[in-house]
């Protein structure tokens, strides 16, 4: 299948392939689950449960487990379809409607940064790459120091962080490398900069590298094939397509959620309206539309907390082209990665992970960007076409404070992220350096996604040097993007600084709880979803205790 540099014959084998693959989904709900599907409603609906969790991907998968194992009543709303491995046929124009917030066109205020979620039963979980980092050290004592956070050091989350890599089969990536990452390794190599085997969530992986587009195996250990199912097993109830519109407050307490269900397209509401009563609320929506709920809510924010300091790993990108053949369409999307570039102690330059990913057709063409015969021109040599991208450690600077998350006048999410002169420093920086990397591997060229790049790119590391220093930092000039999302609702034990304590509870609120990326102070400076099981399995374990004295033996720590 690496041959083809279309999907059709691939996809075609793995559409026959799922008729021999157990699909958990189609069974769970055969053998009775209890799903509601927004879009079928004819009714207004009233729901009632112990702990209602909006979201279901990597903080509410987990924390719906959790719970309903603890004996508790959970309902569990998401506002995306529920799909499954029969659904995804590796095809991009299918996907991306289906599974992303906003289509995968979703984009900061000024449309500087293209941003990548998930909007599906089991969240960005279902279409993220499986790369997975625990929270590093240094970032958990910063949190510590700079932000009054309880309870997070290494030592305390190690438990947790085991606890899920056995849940999800988090283990380092036994196959060698693809093409695509070969060479980053290469290419480090040979600059005498070391470089490290990735871990990944995946059981049974057929290394067909479409990640991106859902796992027609199962093989990725998602929310949908994993907590989800468990927690649905132990009597959850899950609406999806249904959009929690507003958290009412009374007092300091939650009294309902009033929540519109959505149509087919999964865009606007039907017109059926459904609320919810429980005793205890989790926010698990994910950075941005965490935070735009309670805005949206007009829930208590004193400090002006709520949607500030939202992080994005704000991300560049360099496109090389190769002697051979790469296919970086196929194959394990990521399984090098390179944390040299990170600063140790948080100040000065701006830090930076290096990794690469995958390139499938419609993904490449808007990296690529150009139009006519240019845009053709490097289609043509798609297969030969390497890119390597820079994950900047925003958070740890006085001029890196992130974004701050707004409404528009529809009450649909917004963030406004400003680029920084720190930032930009960045950028330059981790341009230069994926250029090397690049020519150190054997690159004939390569090509800064700067709209001022030259189409054709740069054909030595001399002038690729000299002509970075001179492209101009401006945003929408500048190609950028990003798929980690976190803070909006950061944790800590100051009320002026932060949205919610370090077990989750919502400053204002007794039995309102946030157990997603948004909660974290700061950025990760690693890919971020094993730092938010862990958050989310060591909080919801916290809230079952306290509501039933007692912690699923499978989950204690």
């Known amino acids: 299948m690496g041959t083809h540099w279309l999907p059709w014959s691939a996809a075609s084998f793995i559409w026959r392939c799922q008729l021999m693959i157990i ?21 207004d609906l009233t729901l009632e449960a112990d702990v209602a969790i909006i979201g279901s991907g990597a903080g509410g998968g987990v924390s719906a487990e959790i719970l309903s194992q603890a004996g508790l009543k959970v309902l569990i709303i998401e506002e995306g379809p529920l799909k499954s491995s029969t659904d995804f046929k590796m095809m991009e124009k299918d996907a991306y ?22 909007r599906a039963v089991g969240g960005t979980t279902v279409v993220n790459w499986t790369t997975s980092f625990r929270t590093p050290d240094r970032t958990l004592d910063y949190w510590k120091e700079n932000f009054a956070v309880e309870g997070f050091s290494a030592q305390e989350m190690l438990p947790w962080f085991l606890k899920m890599e056995q849940r999800l089969n988090i283990d380092t990536w036994k196959a060698p490398p693809n093409e ?26 057929w290394n067909l590298g479409y990640c991106g587009m859902g796992c027609p195996t199962n093989a990725k250990q998602s929310m949908l094939v994993t907590t ?35 149509d087919a397209s999964g865009n606007r509401p039907s017109g059926t309206k459904v609320t919810v009563k429980a005793k205890h609320y989790v926010l698990a929506g994910g950075a941005i539309n965490s935070p735009a709920l309670l805005l949206r809510s007009k829930a208590a924010d004193p400090n002006k907390t709520i949607g500030a300091r939202t992080f994005l790993h704000p991300v560049n990108a360099v496109a090389a082209e190769m002697p051979k053949r790469v296919e970086a ?22 830090g930076f992970k290096l990794e690469v990913p995958p390139l499938h057709p419609v993904l490449i063409s808007i990296i690529l960007g150009e139009f006519g015969e240019h845009h053709a021109s490097l289609m043509q040599r798609y297969p030969r076409v390497h890119a390597m991208i820079a994950l900047l450690r925003d958070g740890f600077h006085e001029q890196s404070q992130g974004g701050q998350v707004k409404l528009r006048d529809d ?118 979803q094993l730092s938010i099981y862990g958050l989310a399995a060591k909080q919801a374990s916290g809230l079952a205790q306290r509501l039933t004295g007692t912690i699923p033996v499978s989950q204690s720590a």
């Open 23 to 43: 699909d958990p989904i189609k069974q769970g709900l055969a053998s009775g689950w209890d799903h509601r599907d927004g879009a079928l409603l004819t009714e």
């Open 228 to 262: 989800l199912p468990a927690a649905l097993n132990s009597g959850a109830t899950l609406i999806s397509r249904c959009r929690v519109e507003k958290i009412q407050f009374k007092s300091d307490q939650v009294v309902g959620l009033d929540c519109l269900a959505l």
């Open 329 to 350: 369409y196929s194959g394990a999307p990521q399984s090098i990665y390179s944390d040299y570039f990170q600063q140790q102690d948080h100040a000065q330059e701006m």
């Open 411 to 528: 009450g649909s999410p917004l963030l406004d992220y400003p680029i920084t002169d720190y930032l930009w420093d960045g950028f330059r920086r981790a341009w230069k350096s994926m250029a090397e990397t690049q020519f150190a591997a054997g690159a004939h060229r390569v090509i800064p996604m700067h709209l001022d790049s030259p189409v054709m790119g740069y054909s030595s590391w001399q002038e690729a040097r000299r002509e970075i220093d001179e492209l101009p930092l401006q945003a929408l000039r500048a190609r950028l993007l990003s798929a980690h999302v976190m803070g909006g609702c950061a944790m800590g034990e100051d009320p002026k600084r932060s949205v919610v304590n370090s077990q989750g509870r919502f400053h204002h609120a007794d039995n309102l709880w946030v157990f997603d990326g948004s909660a974290f102070p700061t950025s990760i400076s690693a890919n971020p």
């Open 180 to 205: 695509n990452n070969s060479i980053l390794q290469r290419g480090l190599t040979k600059l005498g900069i070391p470089s490290h085997t990735i871990r990944r969530n995946v059981l049974g992986c």
């Open 97 to 118: 409607p289906a599974l992303y917030q906003e289509s995968a066109g979703r984009q900061t205020a000024d449309k500087a940064i293209s941003i990548f979620q998930g």
